[in-house]
Nanobody, 123 residues
């Protein structure tokens, strides 16, 4: 059974950094685009960043530009999200997802999802 498993979440003060990881198991996602979404408390899930299957092309939500960086290690079937200069509004459950194109930003466009990892940023 194909699975995506996130890790690396935690609690951090504003201005701090975290690095999230998401590893695939059960099947390879090396030919899929990989993305990170997040769901803040009481809000809908939203797109954060994505990376193409080659790892060359990336796409970011405006809220992530300049602070977050997405990358992947195809050999390890892992995608990362480096988050710097974190703000309290970044507090959310972060999910990784696999889909056909890194240009996709909608939930329904991604076929496989992880269970999420909590990120809490305090002021």
């Amino acid at each position: 059974q194909a699975q995506l498993v996130e890790s690396g979440g935690g609690s951090v003060q504003a201005g701090g950094s975290l690095r999230l990881s998401c590893v695939a198991s059960g099947r390879t996602f090396s030919n899929d685009a990989l993305a990170w979404f997040r769901q803040p408390p009481g809000k809908e899930r939203e797109f954060v960043a994505s990376v193409s299957w080659t790892g060359i092309n990336t796409y970011y939500a405006d809220s992530a530009k300049g602070r977050f960086s997405i990358s992947r290690n195809t050999a390890k079937d892992t995608v990362y999200l480096q988050m710097n200069s974190l703000k309290p509004e970044d507090t959310a459950v972060y999910y990784c997802a696999a889909g056909r194109s890194h240009y996709y930003t909608e939930i329904y466009e991604y076929r496989h999802w992880g269970q999420g990892t909590q990120v809490t940023v305090s002021s």
